[in-house]
T-cell receptor, first 114, second 114 residues
Framework: GNSVTQTEGPVTLSEEAFLTINCTYT??????LFWYVQYPGEGLQLLLK?????DKGSNKGFEATYRKETTSFHLEKGSVQVSDSAVYFC?????????????FGTGTRLQVFP | EAGVVQSPRYKIIEKKQPVAFWCNPI?????LYWYLQNLGQGPELLIR????????DSQLPKDRFSAERLKGVDSTLKIQPAELGDSAVYLC????????????FGPGTRLTVT
């Protein structure tokens, strides 16, 4: 079946530290891959996405590259800020006719301290 | 542009009571989703509508859960009767047009069943 596994949180960093949140997936074919972010008290927001192998998604200083050979989509940021504190979800949409069902990982809470 | 609106934001009920959640999607979005998010987990799809038609309700526990999207705009999700295990956050999302378009999430309704 289709599933997503990501770094178990919380991840605690000091401001300006380098961030990596690991995400690996199991899926048939080539799914589309996403990172969503949930800030405290807010709804899920799309952070970035990639729809085919070797694509790099980027937004707000965050990046993730679709690696087919390792079935991974790790999230990185070179220098985190306190405002990046949130819960990050890796997700996929399977390659299947007429479906856009998002399948999420369990989420990783990031805490950034000054 | 207004985002996805959900109400209520919080609801506390006793077990065996009925409860209903309401969602107003972004104007022009023909696809509407209801997701269930248990504490510490990623969201899981309950039901997806294309206009007023439920095209994927395979994950909806139909013995106690029901949903409707009359006129293809607003949607209501109902639980009757509620059980302790239904305590969770219920998320509504909407998207426009073709599969794979970005899903925009509302802030969710946090349900507590006592």
């Amino acid at each position: 079946g289709n599933s997503v596994t990501q770094t178990e949180g919380p991840v605690t960093l000091s401001e300006e530290a380098f961030l990596t949140i690991n995400c690996t997936y199991t899926a048939t074919g080539y799914p589309s891959l996403f990172w969503y972010v949930q800030y405290p008290g807010e709804g899920l927001q799309l952070l970035l996405k990639a729809t085919k192998a070797d694509d790099k998604g980027s937004n707000k200083g965050f990046e993730a590259t679709y690696r087919k050979e390792t079935t991974s989509f790790h999230l990185e940021k070179g220098s985190v800020q306190v405002s990046d504190s949130a819960v990050y979800f890796c997700a996929l949409i399977p390659l299947s006719y007429n479906t856009d069902k998002l399948i999420f990982g369990t989420g990783t809470r990031l805490q950034v301290f000054p | 542009e207004a985002g996805v609106v959900q109400s209520p934001r919080y609801k506390i009920i006793e077990k065996k009571q009925p409860v209903a959640f309401w969602c107003n999607p972004i104007s022009g979005h023909n696809t509407l989703y209801w997701y269930l998010q248990n504490l510490g987990q990623g969201p899981e799809l309950l039901i997806r509508y294309e206009n007023e038609e439920a095209v994927d309700d395979s994950q909806l526990p139909k013995d106690r859960f029901s949903a409707e999207r009359l006129k293809g705009v607003d949607s209501t999700l109902k639980i009757q009767p509620a059980e302790l295990g239904d305590s969770a956050v219920y998320l509504c999302a909407s998207s426009q047009g073709l599969a794979g378009n970005e899903q925009y999430f509302g802030p969710g309704t946090r349900l507590t069943v006592t």
